[in-house]
């Protein structure tokens, strides 16, 4: 059998297959380390998950950039979305991509605008601002945190209709996305 990289009417090649499950577990840790922020600051498992948020953040906004334009790519070849509730899925799907952008450059906004340096992958990406950018710092308080469980919440309706899409109403989506390739 030959390897899919390109995406088709009936499933997904390897390049999004891969792209979409790596960052699914990259999201699972921004959501455990989001969630441990929120309800149990201040301790050794926060500090150990949370240490990562930064540079975790910063790799799936480059990833979540790279897979919009391999989805653009592939726009084409992929599944048809041509009923009202198949082009409701595609529309949360891309709000899920706006949010993968949004939510990190959000808070690098507010990073940039902060009188500390940044650092992601152990490398210093800028240095602190003499003073502090209020515009820059509010943003990202007001923004970031609401945003980043939106897209939380999102993701969540999003697995539990591919559920139902499946067992429910036996349409084999997530085979589209598991093996690449629905059946029957
Ligand atoms: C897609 C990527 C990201 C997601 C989904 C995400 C999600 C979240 C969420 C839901 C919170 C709220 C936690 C709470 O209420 O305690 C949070 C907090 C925080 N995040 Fe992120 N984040 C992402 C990327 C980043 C990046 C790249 C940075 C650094 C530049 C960052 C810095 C922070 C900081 C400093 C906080 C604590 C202050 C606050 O609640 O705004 N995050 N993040
Ligand atoms: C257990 C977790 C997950 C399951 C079971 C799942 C399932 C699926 C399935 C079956 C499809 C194909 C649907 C179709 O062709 O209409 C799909 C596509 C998609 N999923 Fe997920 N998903 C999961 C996690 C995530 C996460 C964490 C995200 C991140 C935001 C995400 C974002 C997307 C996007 C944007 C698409 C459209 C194809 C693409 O651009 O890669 N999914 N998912």
Do not use: C
Request: no cysteine.
């Amino acid at each position: 059998m030959s390897i899919e990289l390109f995406d088709h009417s009936r499933g997904y090649g390897r390049v999004s297959r891969l792209l979409h499950w790596g960052m699914a577990l990259l999201l699972l840790w921004q959501f455990i380390s989001a969630l441990l922020h929120y309800f149990y600051d201040d301790t050794p498992i926060t500090d150990f998950f949370f240490g990562w948020h930064f540079t975790n953040g910063v790799l799936i906004l480059a990833l979540a950039l790279l897979r919009g334009l391999w989805g653009l790519i592939n726009l084409s070849r992929r599944p048809p979305h041509d009923t009202p509730i198949h082009r409701l899925a595609a529309l949360g799907q891309l709000a899920m991509y706006a949010l993968m952008v949004a939510v990190p450059v959000i808070a690098l906004i507010r990073a940039w605008g902060s009188t500390r340096p940044f650092s992601a992958f152990g490398i210093e990406l800028f240095a602190g601002q003499p003073e502090k950018i209020e515009w820059m710092a509010n943003l990202g308080g007001q923004w970031h945190g609401l945003l980043g469980w939106t897209l939380f919440v999102l993701i969540g309706g999003h697995i539990a209709m591919a559920f139902v899409h499946t067992y429910w109403w036996r349409e084999p989506v997530l085979q589209r996305m598991t093996r690449g390739r629905e059946t029957g």
